[in-house]
């Protein structure tokens, strides 16, 4: 019996040693090693000046105008996070409640635009936005408008583009989750005199919190790191901090571009502990688990 736990584990450790060891190599190193230059100086001649220091990330957290760009960029993660919750979460839920054909059609639907580059998207927004847009045109048309403008470059802009790429990966997610909920708990709260609404909340919404949480932790990291669409719609006059790690990296700034990378890298851990705190999806794996080790 020795003998063969000792095989086992050896097996398991040769099957996990591999893509550990690439997880290392191509993951872990250059993150560190990113992390090292961040707290390097600046120089215009060479990747870095192999000088210590934290101007990089002090400049980021004293700064006021930084400041603003730190709370720019919460501001439209939460917006859009609370947008795509709100808007996919009813789609979803319609999405679970057909047949399997119809589901299958839904998500075919929901996923036909992510065939579709992120650019080609953002620049669609600029065509329909813009001062030569289909809204300002229409505006002009019916009388609204006495001359053409531009609804481009402002958070609307940018918030509307980013909702409208983000939104699927948030009701893919969610639907799978939802399909998975047994529909005999809600028989259940029904057969106990709940009505459908308060079955909702008390049966079906908590059991869809895991799904909840991964969409919402998916479209956090997907909106913080969407730099060609907040380029394109948001313009020089609205950046978030993503755009300013790309700024850095085309001037030439590394241990700068490095610092920005690794606060944004904050926030998202930041929100996604949040999202984690407030959703709460380990209680459902919870009871899961114990139901299984009763059996």
């Not at 580059?117 to 847009?133: D, P």
């Not at 990296?249 to 590394?254: A, D, I, K, L, T």
């Not at 610092?259 to 998202?268: E, G, K, Q, S, V």
């Amino acid at each position: 019996m020795g003998g063969t736990s000792f095989f086992s584990r050896l097996s398991t450790v040769g099957l996990l040693a591999p893509p550990l060891l690439l997880l290392l190599v191509f993951f872990v190193a250059p993150l560190g090693y990113l992390l090292f230059v961040s707290f390097m100086s600046n120089s215009m001649s060479e990747l870095f000046d192999f000088v210590p220091t934290l101007e990089n990330y002090a400049i980021i957290f004293t700064d006021p105008f930084y400041h603003m760009i730190v709370m720019r960029t919460l501001l439209s993660t939460g917006v859009v996070l609370l947008a795509c919750f709100l808007i996919g979460y009813p789609v979803a839920y319609l999405a679970a409640q057909m047949t399997a054909r119809g589901r299958i059609m839904i998500l075919m639907a929901m996923m036909l635009p992510l065939m579709v580059s992120n650019v080609v998207r953002a620049y669609g927004w600029v065509a329909i936005l813009g001062r030569q847009g289909i809204v300002s045109q229409s505006l002009q048309n019916a009388g609204l408008a006495d001359r053409p403008q531009s609804f481009l470059y402002d958070f609307n802009a940018v918030t509307l583009g980013l909702l409208t790429i983000l939104l699927p990966f948030m009701v893919v997610t969610l639907t799978n989750s939802l399909t998975t909920i047994d529909i005999r708990y809600r028989e259940a709260a029904a057969s106990l005199g709940a009505s459908p609404w308060r079955s909702f909340l008390r049966v079906t919404l908590p059991l869809s919190s895991p799904g909840i949480a991964s969409g919402l932790m998916l479209v956090t990291f997907l909106t913080l790191s969407a730099y060609v669409t907040i380029a394109l719609l948001g313009g020089p006059r609205y950046k978030l901090l993503v755009s300013f790690v790309f700024d850095s990296v085309s001037s030439f700034r590394w241990p700068r571009a490095a610092a920005f990378a690794f606060t944004l890298l904050l926030l998202a851990l930041i929100i996604s502990a949040a999202i984690q705190l407030i959703v709460r999806p380990g209680r459902v794996q919870g009871r899961n688990r114990n139901r299984k080790s009763k059996a």
